[in-house]
């Protein structure tokens, strides 16, 4: 919305100083001084006065929009955009390269980069990440690293999201840029928290805090806020959680971010089915669903999606999830997110599980595990594994059950996680020991 108030403000612009200019001419040449003829045209002279002195009413106005937008958001250099879950993450807007000091028009860096731009905003984000590697290479710039950073993000690469990040907040850092410090560590946050890290998560996301309230950005403060939520839940710390879902919501109404909102929203429902507050949860979710639809926001739409199928699983309507599964995956699979995906594939297994059809369950699962894992999701191959050890158990494989099982409690226990997933994982070793004990006597 920034990027069309500012051509807006630009088309103004040229049209008052075209309409003005114009009347000057007019006054000029119908004048007394003017050429013998042209008096006649000394009627237009009002209506051509009139219309510029609209254009400048209306050119001072969408500049006043835009001032107040980057009291907001720093200096309109970053902005919030949808990440890969119920999360927000930080890119450069599209005029930032341009604001750069040592910008080049027309360079090799401005090409990519508008290139970039035009693949993300399409959602396409292995393309975008890749055209922003191109810009960042051809000149190395504060907008190229983050967004970056972001499209990497949204392609599930965790890890190299990281390495770039951690060069643009260095660079941010020595040209004492508070504002890209601020988005960079925010993204980071995103990425320590997928990768299991909770613990530099946290720490992370204390210090983009620090920033973005020393620098006024309301935005920030809120992304983070919803991103602190997160490992508070990863946690089972969840009563911090809700405190950090609902000051973020807060936040998202007061500055008008409705993807925000959706989000916030989508985190409570997610926090509410942990406590099987089934229609609550729901509720939240379809308000999420429609706020993406309304704004037109493909990637939160697919989120909200695969939420509701969550929760219908839960209701034990299968059939009902499934259907919601699909939508989420086919919009997943478009827009190429492998986290997304994966999620998606790991609740159809357990669609299938539930259903009896237990050796596509367990091809379902494999599949779900190899992309965790390809994309480092410490958490996602914790769950995955251990739905995958209850199959087995269901199928009387109590051997390979156990080892995935063991597996998942390693993993759970080298991220500190206190979920449901983690409590789910050690009772079900547990039961699987105990009755290798009997069977033993």
């Known amino acids: 919305m920034d990027e069309s108030a500012a051509t807006i403000r630009r088309v103004l612009r040229n049209l008052s100083l075209g309409l003005t200019g114009l009347t000057?001419?007019?006054?000029?040449?119908?004048?007394?001084?003017?050429?013998?003829?042209?008096?006649?045209?000394?009627?237009?002279?009002?209506?051509?006065?009139?219309?510029?002195?609209?254009?400048?009413?209306?050119?001072?106005?969408?500049?006043?929009?835009?001032?107040?937008?980057?009291?907001?958001?720093?200096?309109?250099?970053?902005?919030?955009?949808?990440?890969?879950?119920?999360?927000?993450?930080?890119k450069a807007t599209a005029i930032s390269l341009s604001q750069q000091p040592d910008h080049e028009p027309g360079g090799e860096a401005e090409k990519s980069y508008e290139q970039a731009e035009s693949f993300?905003?399409?959602?396409?984000?292995?393309?975008?990440?890749?055209?922003y590697a191109a810009s960042v290479e051809a000149r190395p710039t504060l907008p190229g690293y983050l967004s970056w950073g972001a499209a990497l993000i949204n392609c599930s690469d965790f890890g190299q999201a990281e390495e770039v990040?951690?060069?643009?907040?260095?660079?941010?850092?020595?040209?004492?840029?508070?504002?890209?410090?601020?988005?960079?560590?925010?993204?980071?946050?995103?990425?320590?928290?997928?990768?299991?890290?909770?613990?530099?998560?946290?720490?992370?996301?204390?210090?983009?805090?620090?920033?973005?309230?020393m620098i006024g950005d309301s935005h920030g403060q809120a992304d983070v806020t919803l991103t602190l939520g997160a490992v508070h839940s990863h946690r089972a710390e969840f009563d911090q959680a809700g405190a950090a879902y609902e000051a973020a919501l807060k936040r998202f109404?007061?500055?008008?971010?409705?993807?925000?909102?959706?989000?916030?929203?989508?985190n409570m429902g997610n926090l509410a089915m942990q406590h099987?507050?089934?229609?609550?949860?729901?509720?939240?979710?379809?308000?999420?669903l429609k706020l993406h639809e309304q704004v037109?926001?493909?990637?939160?739409?697919?989120?909200?999606?695969?939420?509701?199928?969550?929760?219908?699983?839960?209701?034990?309507?299968?059939?009902?999830?499934?259907?919601?599964?699909?939508?989420?995956?086919?919009?997943?699979?478009?827009?190429?997110?492998?986290?997304?995906?994966a999620s998606v594939l790991g609740n159809l297994g357990n669609v299938l599980f539930?259903?009896?059809?237990?050796?596509?369950?367990?091809?379902?699962?494999?599949?779900?595990?190899?992309?965790?894992?390809?994309?480092?999701?410490?958490?996602g191959?914790?769950?995955?594994?251990?739905?995958?050890?209850?199959?087995?158990?269901?199928?009387?494989?109590?051997?390979?059950?156990?080892?995935?099982?063991?597996?998942?409690?390693?993993?759970f226990e080298r991220v500190e996680a206190r979920t449901r997933g983690a409590q789910a994982a050690a009772s079900l070793i547990e039961k699987l020991e105990r009755a290798e004990v009997s069977d033993g006597n």
């Not at 494989?397 to 390693?410: K, V």
Request: hydrophobic share 40%; glycine share 8%.
């Open 24 to 90: 000057v001419v007019l006054t000029i040449i119908s004048g007394p001084a003017g050429p013998a003829g042209l008096d006649a045209l000394s009627v237009l002279r009002t209506p051509l006065m009139l219309a510029s002195v609209a254009g400048w009413v209306a050119y001072v106005a969408v500049r006043s929009v835009i001032g107040a937008r980057s009291q907001q958001r720093g200096s309109r250099e970053t902005m919030t955009v949808e990440g890969p879950a119920e999360e927000l993450v930080q």
């Open 120 to 131: 993300y905003s399409t959602y396409q984000y292995p393309a975008a990440a890749e055209q």
């Open 165 to 213: 990040l951690s060069i643009g907040l260095q660079m941010a850092t020595r040209l004492e840029r508070k504002d890209f410090r601020a988005a960079c560590l925010a993204n980071l946050a995103v990425v320590r928290n997928r990768l299991g890290r909770i613990d530099a998560a946290q720490t992370t996301c204390e210090e983009a805090l620090d920033l973005f309230r």
């Open 253 to 266: 109404q007061a500055v008008g971010n409705d993807v925000g909102k959706a989000n916030a929203r989508g």
């Open 276 to 288: 099987e507050e089934l229609e609550e949860a729901l509720s939240h979710h379809r308000v999420a």
């Open 296 to 341: 037109g926001n493909p990637l939160g739409r697919a989120n909200a999606l695969a939420n509701i199928g969550n929760v219908r699983f839960r209701m034990g309507r299968p059939k009902e999830a499934r259907q919601s599964y699909d939508a989420a995956l086919e919009i997943y699979r478009q827009i190429e997110v492998p986290l997304g995906l």
């Open 354 to 379: 539930r259903t009896g059809e237990h050796d596509e369950a367990l091809q379902t699962y494999e599949q779900t595990l190899e992309v965790h894992r390809r994309i480092g999701n410490v958490l």
């Open 381 to 411: 191959q914790a769950n995955t594994l251990t739905n995958t050890g209850s199959l087995l158990s269901r199928m009387e494989r109590r051997g390979e059950a156990l080892e995935a099982l063991h597996e998942a409690r390693r993993l």
